[in-house]
Structures are given as structure tokens and as C-alpha cells.
Nanobody, 117 residues
């Protein structure tokens, strides 16, 4: 189970930190991702951190967003800075595993981020 928190209304240029807490399973074996879905648009990958700690970002958030994970606390965070109105979306946490144990994807319920003055 994944539970996101931290979504809020924030002004353009502001910052926000999203957190996702996982329960059940072996958290450390999953690649963890943040996706977002804006109204009328498809869900898109924003940032990912592999089980080995490698990170990747969508082009439009590079330099503004930072993803991190804590396998002991079983959390993955998304620090967002210099927010823009186009960052407005529901943000979803995703846990992905593909390997000898099979293929698994788990999703949180989402947290709303609204960037507006």
C-alpha cells in the first residue's frame, strides 16, 4: 500500500514537498516513481529513483524537482521548487518491480497539487 501526502495550493515560484509512505512487501526492491495527471491529460512520469538509487527526471522538471528515498522509513519524497501553474496536477506515487519474482506495479491514491496565485 502506498499513501501520498503533502499536496496543497501554492503560489507560482513556491515550493512543496510530497511524501509517499509504503507498507507491506520489501520496499527496497522496488523502483519508486512519481507520476502526475493534469485535467484532460494523460498520466506522465515526473521523476523516478531506482532501487539502486539512480534518479531520472522529466525534462520540464529537471533542476526544479528532487526525488529521494529512505528504505528504512519506507518513504519516497518529491521536493518541488520554483513551481509553475503547469505543474498543477494530481501526483501519484508508484512502486514498480520487474524481476525474478514477477512484475508488480502499485499506486497510491494521489495528492492534489495546485499552483495558482
Amino acid at each position: 500500500q502506498l499513501v501520498e501526502s503533502g499536496g496543497d495550493l501554492v503560489q507560482p515560484g513556491g515550493s512543496l514537498r510530497l511524501s509517499c509512505a509504503g507498507s507491506g512487501g520489501i520496499f527496497s526492491i522496488y523502483d519508486m516513481n512519481w507520476y502526475r495527471q493534469a485535467p484532460g491529460k494523460e498520466r506522465e512520469l515526473v521523476a523516478g529513483i531506482s532501487r539502486g538509487g539512480n534518479v531520472d527526471y522529466a525534462d520540464d522538471v529537471k533542476g526544479r524537482f528532487t526525488i529521494s528515498r529512505d528504505n528504512v522509513k519506507r518513504t519516497v519524497d518529491l521536493q518541488m521548487a520554483t513551481l509553475k501553474p503547469e505543474d498543477t496536477a494530481v501526483y501519484y506515487c508508484n512502486a514498480h518491480y520487474s524481476g525474478p519474482l514477477g512484475n508488480y506495479d502499485y499506486w497510491g491514491q494521489g495528492t492534489q497539487v495546485t499552483v495558482s496565485s
